[in-house]
């Protein structure tokens, strides 16, 4: 399988290219347009601020791309974000896979959201086998919306989706590298689809 | 619901982990990497790395370090210990990092702060303050304690989460070290004063003061060292307690 680590400039591709090693997969690094083309799985990661991140992929050209890609594709954490369609962070226009807004957590509650939450209404087979309120690391201060893409809701001050699916694209708002085993069964069946 | 996170510090030096650490079964306590995933393994919520190395050379020993354990740790980690620039930040995350932890530099330059969050984002900042408490104020110290700066902790709070600072670890030099349990009243007030996540760190010796660091101190997450490293609290153990008086744990 060829699996490809779509690398834009925001973020920490090392990890998520370390965690897929650990289940035996071996993935490429690149923001080649050709290169994730040709892949028969994409991750999409991301962290950092969404509208740079957006400005990063529209100087490569890579937003249509991505949109336009038919394999499976795993947005991650800001990756997840940019495929909505707007988020409230620097009023930035996303790709418009997910018709989803990005919003701020209120002030009633820590920002950022860090640390081990649970994920539960678990839905599609990139949550088999994983149990209903599983803990998961998260680390945002922006949140997708619910809606009837939700795979997964988290709660924090807010229900929000801390998982999205529509056909071919998946995203998730933990980071499934750094959520222990948990993390590492969903990154699998994402890897083993 | 969120949990309240359970984390063991690490010293580094020269890439290797220092302080006698007791594990049984453990080849080798000096190799951060086996360390860390025995501590996860365990059901640490994560690791911050305290690099105490004072040469250049020590410093490179680090990154390799961070390498290799980001390669095989399944959970976050931090690291932190003599970051004086954004490269060095840029350093440390591009080898597997998840956030960085800046103190004295910081409190040199608070710029610094600002920087690193613009270009990697508030969420990989943590800012580590030690405060010693001098007639009834809470003075920020650098240099492990030993030099006393112009800085009040609330202030400073305020001001580091003004600039981006995605998370505060407060370490009372009054309570370091004593394993009398944390200071839960200044970490009660630093909770009331900013709204990022707060870590608890200075004092740990029991696991009731675990309970009163989260429900007296409010705290976020609590860090320690010694009592995870001789085994004097087991992780699972103290989980166990913290779930039974109603605090949220990651089981």
């Known amino acids: ?90 009023t930035t226009q996303g ?92 990154l699998n069946n994402f890897l083993t689809l | 619901m969120l949990a309240k996170r359970i984390i063991p510090c690490l010293d580094i030096k020269n890439g290797r982990t220092v302080k006698g650490v007791n594990f049984v079964n453990l080849i080798d306590a000096g190799n951060p990497v086996e360390l860390a995933k025995r501590y996860a393994e365990k059901g640490a919520d994560e690791l911050v790395f305290l690099d105490i190395s004072a040469t250049q050379e020590g410093r490179q020993t680090t990154l390799t370090m961070v390498h290799d354990v980001a390669e095989q740790l399944n959970i976050p980690f931090t690291v932190g210990g003599g970051i004086n620039s954004v490269n060095d930040v840029e350093a440390l995350l591009k080898n597997g990092a998840d956030k960085i932890s800046i103190n004295s530099s910081a409190v040199r330059n608070p710029n610094l702060i600002a920087d690193i969050a613009r270009q990697f984002g508030s969420q990989c900042v943590v800012v580590a303050m030690d405060a010693k408490c001098i007639n009834n104020e809470w003075i920020i110290h650098l240099a492990g304690g030993t030099i006393p700066t112009r800085k009040e ?56 003061h675990f309970v009163d660091a989260f429900h007296i101190g409010k705290a976020d997450a609590a860090l320690a060292a010694s009592v995870f490293h001789f085994e004097d609290i087991e992780i699972a153990d103290l989980k166990q307690v913290l779930s039974t008086n109603n605090i949220e744990v990651r089981l």
Not at chain 1, 58 to 75: S, T, Y
Not at chain 1, 148 to 171: C, H, I, M, W
Not at chain 2, 183 to 195: I, P
Request: charged residues 20%; neutral net charge; aromatic residues 10%.
């Open chain 2, 153 to 208: 902790l609330f202030h400073w709070a305020k001001e580091v989460e003004l600039l981006g600072a995605g998370e505060i670890l407060f370490t009372s030099m009054n309570h370091d070290g004593t394993k009398n349990g944390f200071a839960n009243e200044a970490l009660s007030q630093l909770s009331k004063t900013v709204n990022i996540p707060i870590i608890a760190s200075g004092g740990a010796g029991t696991i009731q």
């Open chain 1, 1 to 90: 399988m060829k699996l490809v680590i779509l690398d834009y400039g925001a973020g920490n591709v090392k990890s998520v290219q370390f965690a897929c090693k650990r289940l035996g997969f071996d993935a490429v690094i690149s923001n080649n347009a050709e290169v994730l083309k040709r892949a028969d799985k994409v991750i999409f990661p991301g962290v950092g601020e969404a509208s740079s991140a957006m400005k990063k992929l529209k100087g490569k050209q890579l937003d249509h791309v991505i949109k336009n890609l038919e394999q499976p594709v795993l947005g991650i954490c800001l990756g997840m974000q940019l495929m909505c369609r707007y988020t409230e962070e620097g």
């Open chain 1, 95 to 186: 790709l418009g896979i997910f018709d989803v807004s990005v919003k701020k957590f209120a002030p009633t509650v820590k920002v950022p959201h860090i640390g081990w939450n649970t994920i539960s209404g678990l839905k599609t087979s990139l949550f088999k086998g994983v149990s209903e309120a599983s803990y998961v690391y998260l680390v945002h201060s922006f949140y997708a919306e619910k809606s009837n893409e939700t795979t997964a809701l988290t709660t924090y001050g807010v229900d929000y989706s801390s998982a999205l699916q529509k056909a071919n694209f998946f995203g998730v708002q933990f980071h499934p590298e750094k959520s222990g085993d948990v993390g590492e069964l969903i």
